[in-house]
């Protein structure tokens, strides 16, 4: 992550950019199966981070699930609660074969490790962990 660099595109005086890399698997409807998943993601926000806060922010990528959708233009956005809600969370639209899906997915915050507890694109995958977002 870097933080305090100017963005000049947007005229705003610092933004926090980051990449991020997720690898899981996924299980769609109607499939007995998993299938692998990964999600490339660029996260673009106007200001700093806020520890006790929430930072929005907007996100671009490519969404790859196995043999079901490859799409690199996702795009969406993303919630950064690194204290106050303890995760990151993701909302990203991408294409699957000529239908549109939504991926709403997070990442808990622990002071020991991320942990990705599941993903649930609607209509489309879901990895059956059974939690909703807090």
Same mark, same amino acid.
């Given at each position: 992550?870097?933080?305090?660099t100017? &963005?000049?595109?947007?005229?705003?005086?610092?933004?926090?950019?980051?990449?991020e890399?997720?690898?899981?698997?996924?299980?769609?409807?109607?499939?007995?199966?998993?299938?692998?998943?990964?999600?490339?993601?660029?996260?673009?926000?106007?200001?700093?981070?806020?520890?006790?806060?929430?930072?929005?922010?907007?996100?671009?990528?490519?969404?790859?699930?196995?043999?079901?959708?490859?799409?690199?233009?996702?795009t969406?956005e993303?919630?950064?609660?690194?204290?106050?809600?303890?995760?990151?969370?993701?909302?990203?639209?991408?294409?699957?074969?000529?239908?549109?899906?939504?991926?709403? &997915?997070?990442?808990?915050?622990?002071?020991?490790?991320?942990?990705?507890?599941?993903?649930?694109?609607?209509?489309?995958?879901?990895?059956?962990?059974g939690?909703?977002?807090?």
């Amino acid at each position: 992550m870097s933080t305090g660099t100017p &963005d000049r595109r947007r005229g705003a005086a610092f933004g926090t950019t980051f990449r991020e890399t997720m690898v899981g698997r996924v299980r769609l409807d109607g499939e007995d199966g998993v299938r692998p998943i990964r999600l490339d993601l660029r996260a673009e926000a106007d200001g700093l981070p806020r520890l006790r806060g929430t930072t929005r922010a907007r996100v671009a990528g490519r969404i790859r699930v196995a043999g079901w959708a490859d799409d690199p233009r996702a795009t969406g956005e993303s919630e950064i609660s690194p204290l106050a809600g303890r995760r990151i969370r993701y909302r990203v639209s991408f294409a699957a074969g000529r239908r549109r899906q939504t991926l709403d &997915d997070w990442k808990s915050l622990t002071p020991r490790r991320l942990e990705v507890p599941h993903s649930t694109p609607a209509g489309g995958p879901s990895l059956h962990a059974g939690r909703s977002p807090r």
